[in-house]
């Protein structure tokens, strides 16, 4: 498996405008998660998902952020409208939930919103 | 939620030299995960060790789940193995909360 797959890896968008980060897990994992990492937070858990299903959007940080996974193949997350506090690296993270054992991470997208 | 806690924050090393880099989390854990962030930003994994002593090359790692710690041991250090180090425990088998991070420097 080519692991967890992200795209696109940097972006660079204005302030107001609409970004989309895609990913794509694990074939064969049941859990997908978005984590996002910036300096002064960390790496934070922003939405967790099982089965195609959220089960715990808690981390989202507000209704600018959306994240969906229409099959088990493909999840993305939105900003819209995007602000430079949200510049960060977004992580896409899969997992058999359920099997003990360990989550994988894709390469990150980094986000810059000027 | 539970509270992962990473000394030390920064260690610099010559290389060759061994280390051990310290994790305290503050509830029981049904996933606990040892994780390098190279220069590039890639997160690898390392070790999933909820409990016990796992061995891979130069690095090891154990873990104390009744005292709720984890060690990763880097022995012979390479300036390849210079990043952050950061450890994630999950007392539900889905959340990982992640700490801080030792950032390690390895100089040749």
């Known amino acids: 498996d080519a692991g967890v797959i992200q795209s696109p890896r940097h972006e660079v968008t204005e302030m107001g405008q609409e970004v989309t980060l895609r990913c794509k897990p694990i074939?064969?994992?049941?859990?997908l998660f978005w984590y996002r990492q910036t300096m002064m937070r960390g790496l934070e858990l922003l939405i967790y998902?099982?089965?195609?299903?959220?089960?715990?959007d808690s981390g989202m940080p507000e209704d600018r952020f959306s994240a969906k996974m229409p099959n088990a193949s493909f999840s993305t997350l939105k900003i819209q409208p995007s602000e430079p506090r949200d510049s960060a690296v977004y992580f896409c993270a899969s997992q058999e939930v359920g099997a003990r054992t360990e989550a994988f991470f894709g390469q990150g997208t980094r986000l810059t919103v000027v | 939620g539970i509270q992962v806690e990473q000394s030390p924050p920064d260690l610099i090393l010559q290389e060759g030299a061994n280390s051990t880099l310290r994790c305290n989390f503050s509830?029981?854990?049904?996933?606990l995960q040892w994780f390098h962030q190279n220069p590039w930003g890639q997160l690898i994994n390392l070790f999933y060790?909820?409990?016990g002593t796992k061995q891979n090359g130069r690095l090891s790692a154990t873990t104390v789940a009744t005292e709720r710690y984890s060690l990763l041991y880097i022995s012979s250090s390479q300036t390849t193995d210079s990043g952050v180090y950061f450890c994630a425990a999950d007392p539900n088998d889905y959340k990982l909360s992640f700490g801080a991070g030792t950032t390690v420097t390895v100089r040749a």
């Open positions: 060790i909820p409990s």
């Open positions: 509830d029981s854990v049904n996933n």
């Open positions: 074939s064969g994992h049941n859990s």
């Open positions: 998902f099982n089965n195609n299903v959220p089960i715990d």
